[in-house]
């Protein structure tokens, strides 16, 4: 168990420090481990996002096919584990390759991982009833605390949090957020 408890770490840590170990065919232990061996799901969800910034950065969109499969296996592995209405599972499911996979009811809580939140923002503009203004607005009021997310209390609920916003984002209503000055990676 401390093995796995340290092999957990050590890819929650590359999750945070932006690092890809799965980048041109390495980490298949690793891969291996987070993605199908351990039965914990925070084990899965590190490796689902670890694999989809794998599948991001692969400059050959053919080369990542075997990896965007895998993906969406994961996301179904992940459901089994965690339930249907986890907004981190569904957020990575946004972002399988099999359509009827993407979660098709808004969320109703934050995810535990800063990464599910940036996949659940950038999804919402495109399909705004993602996010209910409710949970836009609470939004707000998380802390990124590296890989994981904190409520802060505050005296002004909806106010603009210092560092909790990208540039380029609007907490205000659904009807008026804007685009990033950049889009997003596919």
């Known amino acids: ?6 092999v957990i770490e050590a890819a929650r840590l590359a999750l945070v420090q932006g690092r890809n170990p799965f980048a041109g065919g390495r980490g298949d232990e690793l891969r291996t481990l ?10 899965g969800l590190i ?24 993906f969406g296996a994961t996301v179904v592995r992940l459901r089994g584990l965690g339930g249907p209405a986890n907004p981190d599972i569904e957020a990575l499911s946004l972002h399988c390759p099999d359509p009827a996979l993407w979660t098709r009811t808004p969320f109703t809580v934050p995810p535990m991982f800063a ?10 503009f495109d399909r705004p009833e993602l996010l209910p203004d409710e949970l836009w607005e609470a939004g707000a009021r998380l802390r990124h605390r590296r890989a994981f997310f904190a409520y802060a209390v505050d005296d002004a609920p909806g ?14 209503a659904r009807g008026r957020r804007t685009r990033p000055a950049t889009p997003p990676a596919a």
């Not at 990464?115 to 919402?124: I, K, P, Q, R």
């Not at 560092?163 to 907490?171: D, L, Y």
Request: aromatic share 4%; charged share 20%; glycine share 8%.
């Open 1 to 6: 168990m401390a093995a796995q408890d340290e």
């Open 159 to 172: 106010r603009r949090t210092p560092g909790c916003w990208p540039a380029g984002r609007s907490s205000s």
């Open 47 to 70: 490796g689902a996002h670890l694999l989809l910034r794998a599948i991001q950065a692969e400059p050959d969109p053919g080369a990542a096919q075997a990896d965007r499969q895998l």
């Open 115 to 124: 990464a599910s939140w940036s996949l659940m923002v950038d999804a919402s």
């Open 34 to 43: 987070l993605l199908r061996g351990y039965s914990d799901p925070v084990a």
